[in-house]
């Protein structure tokens, strides 16, 4: 059996609103990103960075393995045909996202580098153990805040 793996995706403010009002059901990606879309498989968990906010948003489970087509692109903001179907299993509200710079210097991605911005640049990344333990406490932690 398959070991589940841990994704950090990104998107934008304007597309995160979008997947909220799609009760987070999905994930839009650009064509070009089809061939790595196609390594979340179904159980997997999705770790949301929204760019712009610089903060972690939520996290989901792919609902099923690999990509299918969006119809006409979905509702984003761009284009994105490809898509994972996806289900919520901790959404914060944006008032209660976990800021990047809290974690920063704890992710092994990130904690040498002068320079993290070119880490998000990337729409995927494999997440250590680790590492997504790290951002789960974390928004653990702000979804249990009065």
Request: charged share 30%.
């Amino acid at each position: 059996m398959r070991e589940l793996h841990n994704w950090l995706l990104i998107e934008s403010f304007e597309n995160w609103n979008i997947d909220c009002n799609n009760q987070f059901s999905y994930f839009g990606f650009k064509e070009s990103r089809e061939k790595a879309a196609g390594f979340i498989h179904a159980g997997d968990r999705i770790f949301i960075y929204v760019t712009g906010k610089s903060c972690f948003a939520d996290i989901r489970t792919a609902a099923k393995t690999g990509p299918r087509r969006l119809r006409m692109g979905g509702n984003y903001i761009d284009t994105f045909p490809i898509c994972i179907d996806t289900t919520p299993l901790i959404t914060l509200k944006p008032d209660k996202w976990v800021p990047f710079s809290e974690l920063r210097s704890q992710l092994s991605f990130t904690k040498d580098l002068a320079d993290w911005r070119q880490v998000f640049r990337t729409t995927q990344r494999l997440l250590t153990k680790a590492d997504a333990s790290l951002i789960e406490e974390a928004i653990k932690r702000r979804a249990d805040e009065k």
